[in-house]
T-cell receptor, first 115, second 109 residues
Framework: DTAVSQTPKYLVTQMGNDKSIKCEQN?????MYWYKQDSKKFLKIMFS???????INETVPNRFSPKSPDKAHLNLHINSLELGDSAVYFC??????????????FGSGTRLTVV | GEDVEQSLFLSVREGDSSVINCTYT??????LYWYKQEPGAGLQLLTY?????DMKQDQRLTVLLNKKDKHLSLRIADTQTGDSAIYFC?????????FGKGTTLSVSS
């Protein structure tokens, strides 16, 4: 059983389109994250939800909107896609209490290509 | 804000030791982590160290922490071609992990 699963794995779309990426975790974790990895492999946090509540909202364009229907799911919707949105988007989860040792469990990533 | 720095590339021969270095800024970080990313895959947690430790050993991996200098290193003994990957150092800032830019380790036979 995959612990953190993202769909789709690959997404190729045209500029201006709206697309969603879905993430689900079956680990019982209470915190989920979206990270963006650019072409140079730099990883930056975008959002984090704890028990469906937004707790981290980094400086990203408001074309990006996360949605967490329940604590096992965190989806990412992107409006009006731009070429610069091309990247690999990683979902992750953790049992996120402050000070605990847990790292994150990552999904395998969604490679988004905007043409 | 928090920042984590790593050198971007390291090239070693099979059987040698690899040492990947990292510096971080947040002295209140309680845990520091090393993650490994193989091509086309997500990140896997390799090991972590609690901030009150100086060293942690786990089979071929040795983590050294110099809290005064905010310096973290990962040593891989007897490096194998299967160790070729990107290695990310990360510090915990609140509930988020802040990652370094990653060190690409290339192992030649």
């Amino acid at each position: 059983d995959t612990a953190v699963s993202q769909t789709p794995k690959y997404l190729v779309t045209q500029m201006g389109n709206d697309k969603s990426i879905k993430c689900e975790q079956n680990l019982g974790h209470d915190t989920m994250y979206w990270y963006k990895q650019d072409s140079k492999k730099f990883l930056k946090i975008m959002f984090s939800y704890n028990n469906k509540e937004l707790i981290i909202n980094e400086t990203v364009p408001n074309r990006f909107s996360p949605k967490s229907p329940d604590k096992a799911h965190l989806n990412l919707h992107i409006n009006s896609l731009e070429l610069g949105d091309s990247a690999v988007y990683f979902c992750a989860s953790s049992q996120g209490a402050l000070g605990t040792v847990d790292g994150y469990t990552f999904g395998s990533g969604t490679r988004l290509t905007v043409v | 804000g928090e920042d984590v720095e790593q050198s971007l590339f390291l090239s070693v021969r099979e059987g040698d030791s690899s040492v990947i270095n990292c510096t971080y800024t947040d002295s209140s970080s309680t845990y520091l982590y090393w993650y490994k990313q193989e091509p086309g895959a997500g990140l896997q947690l390799l090991t972590y160290i609690f901030s009150n430790m100086d060293m942690k050993q786990d089979q071929r991996l040795t983590v050294l922490l110099n809290k005064k200098d905010k310096h973290l290193s990962l040593r891989i003994a007897d490096t194998q071609t299967g160790d070729s990957a990107i290695y990310f150092c990360a510090e915990r800032a609140g509930t988020a992990l802040i990652f370094g830019k990653g060190t690409t380790l290339s192992v030649s036979s």
